[in-house]
Nanobody, 125 residues
């Protein structure tokens, strides 16, 4: 099984983008799906997560209110709608999946067994 992220690009501050992650084979009952990002010269960090089972959603503080994670189970796809983009949102964005057996914080990257290739988001005037 593979994760395939897409939708990145070059935008101006204040613009919007929607990232998509195709996740065939990752049942919403069994897998938590999340978006992480890695900015230049920074560590990879968690952006948003939609939990397996109950679909509870989590966001990192700096994107809360601007980004929205959602999941279309019929299309096996998770989205990250990013509004009011800022230059500090510039990063490579990755989608990742982990099994429901993990109860640790969603931010713990080592609990994610599946990672997609990243998609570049650049916010610049």
């Amino acid at each position: 099984v593979q994760l395939q992220a897409s939708g990145g690009g070059l935008v101006r501050p204040g613009d919007s983008l929607r990232l998509s992650c195709e996740a065939p084979g990752f049942s919403p009952d069994d897998y938590t799906l999340a978006w992480f990002r890695r900015a230049p010269e920074k560590e990879r960090e968690g952006v948003a997560c939609i939990r397996s089972g109950d679909g509870r959603i989590y966001y990192m503080d700096s994107v809360n209110g601007r980004f929205t994670i959602s999941r279309d189970n019929a299309k096996n796809t998770v989205y990250l709608q990013m509004n009011s983009l800022k230059p500090e949102d510039t990063a490579v964005y990755y989608c990742a999946a982990r099994s429901k057996v993990y109860s640790a914080s969603w931010l713990l990257m080592r609990t994610y067994d599946y990672w997609g290739h990243g998609t570049q988001v650049t916010v610049s005037s």
